[in-house]
């Protein structure tokens, strides 16, 4: 019987390669939840999962490299799967604090996943306090591409409650092939698409530094984008340096209706709908990252400015579509005093981007069939990763979720904050998602370049706060 091959897209492979000691390529996501009145625990978690992955084969599946490295590597089944490797368990020591939960989060995301094993992770964490515990899931970027596969987060929740009804366990894994075989099937790809080897001979494989180049070329689908969106690079920032290992993270979690209201006032003073929730978010940011400079004693003046690499959902040939995501460069204006004069700048700019692509819009985006958030935060990381710290200072990924409750097995998950990975040279990423009235922050940050990270977290919350009491924006 022939082994099963699945060869990986240069774009998956790409991260395998560019990733190394500091700059981990998986995308993570801290899920908080409200036990049933039954509890739950360890067990339950991990009947959930064996029964949702039966429908999502690529997590039972390794990587394997082809011996010399002439194409990318492939996808096998692993013959020893153990889903109790993968999902793991925790607890936070009393009080069991927000404080508590982000250095757990911060020290776990930190940490490479293992490559002999499928690339992905899930730890049950307990001890939260008021009896809630989390769940954070690790999914490599080379797994998550929104069509064979998406990410972990997505896949255990549900708008219903699960009845705990198990799926028929039927799998078995399929023959593994040898490092004969798959030499000899890289042959046969080789005949079919002879411009493949050729450009992989040329490129050197067989040396380390030349493999990552032609892994950061894998990206070249968004080289086009890139061209338009960023024709200078990026102004010089503090957010921009060298990266180590280890990192900071720090939860915000805001009211979905503040945002809105200050949108709707905006437009009724302006006569125009074109202000966007997503722009007050981005303001908001932007009002953040100025008072962030200040306190660091950063010298602000008028017209500087932040770019962010924001991913935004395209739409192709008319159609929507959650698997494909591209760059939207936006320069937040951090030089600006004036918060609603911000938010008009960002709003300008964010329309001139959609109106130039095929954006997405939020309410699409989030009737997306269930939980995509999690998913589209993978492909916007993925995006953000490939983006050199010349393009951008920091990266931004504003994906909007159901506006309705979502649980796992019987338990309602109360706040969704995403894990973005840093790209090199940037020390910091943010990630956002809105889900059932609230809009939760993920700041992920470089351990020792952000010590205070916890500083940006508090004036998220005052540049919300300034935008609300703004004399203009209640005009």
């Known amino acids: ?77 692993d013959a020893d799967f153990d889903v109790t490797y993968h999902v793991r368990r925790s607890a936070l020591p009393r009080p069991g604090t927000p404080a508590q939960l982000e250095e757990f989060v911060a020290r776990i995301e930190a940490r490479r996943l293992d490559r002999s094993r499928p690339l992905w992770e899930l730890y049950l964490v307990e001890g939260l306090q008021d009896g809630r515990f989390a769940i954070v899931t690790k999914t490599h970027q080379a797994m998550v591409d929104g069509v064979h596969a998406i990410d972990i987060g997505q896949v255990i929740v549900d708008t219903d409650i699960d009845t705990g009804v198990p799926v028929p366990y039927t799998w078995r894994a399929a023959r593994e092939p040898s490092s004969v075989e798959l030499v000899a099937q890289a042959a046969i790809d080789v005949v079919r698409h002879p411009a ?52 900071r993270f720090v939860m915000v979690s805001t009211d979905l209706k503040d945002f809105q209201r200050i949108r709707r006032r905006v437009a009724r003073s302006r006569g125009s709908m074109d202000v966007t929730v997503h722009d007050v978010i981005l303001t908001t940011i932007a009002g953040a990252l ?48 004036r918060p609603t004069m911000r938010l008009h700048q960002v709003a300008y700019s964010m329309q ?30 993925r ?69 205070d990270v916890d500083v940006l977290g508090q004036c998220l919350f005052d540049a919300l706060e300034e935008l609300r009491e703004d004399k203009e924006v209640l005009a």
């Open 196 to 247: 493949t080897i050729a450009d992989n001979l040329r490129a050197g494989v067989l040396d380390t530094r030349r493999v990552v180049g032609r892994a950061a070329s894998a990206v070249g689908d968004l080289a086009g984008a890139v061209a338009r969106s960023a024709a200078l690079p990026a102004p010089p920032s503090p957010l921009n340096r060298e990266v180590g290992a280890h990192r």
């Open 352 to 381: 001139q981007q959609m109106e130039s692509g095929q954006g997405v819009g939020a309410r699409t985006m989030a009737n997306l069939a269930g939980f995509a958030p999690p998913t589209l935060h993978s492909l916007g990381a």
């Open 1 to 77: 019987m022939a082994a099963v091959v699945e060869r990986m897209s240069s774009l998956d492979a790409s991260f395998l390669y560019l990733e190394d000691r500091t700059t981990p390529m998986h995308v993570g996501s801290v899920l908080i939840f409200s036990p049933a009145d039954d509890g739950f625990d360890y067990d339950r978690l991990v009947s959930l999962v064996t029964n949702r992955i039966a429908y999502v084969p690529r997590y039972r599946q390794r990587v394997r490299e082809i011996p010399g490295g002439l194409l990318s590597p492939v996808w096998v089944d």
């Open 383 to 451: 995006v953000g990763s490939a983006m050199s710290r010349r393009l951008s200072n920091v990266v931004i990924t504003n994906v909007p979720g159901p506006q309705q409750p979502l649980y796992a097995a019987d338990a309602l998950m109360t706040a969704a904050h995403p894990v973005i990975p840093l790209a090199k040279g940037q020390a910091l990423a943010i990630g956002l998602t809105s889900y059932d009235g609230g809009v939760y922050f993920g700041l992920n940050a470089d351990r020792d370049a952000m010590p």
């Open 290 to 337: 100025r008072s962030w400079l200040l306190t660091r004693g950063e010298s602000v003046t008028t017209g500087e400015s932040v770019r962010a690499m924001v991913p935004i959902s395209l739409q192709i040939d008319g159609e929507e579509r959650a698997d494909s995501v591209a760059p939207c460069f936006v320069d937040l204006p951090v030089g600006e005093s």
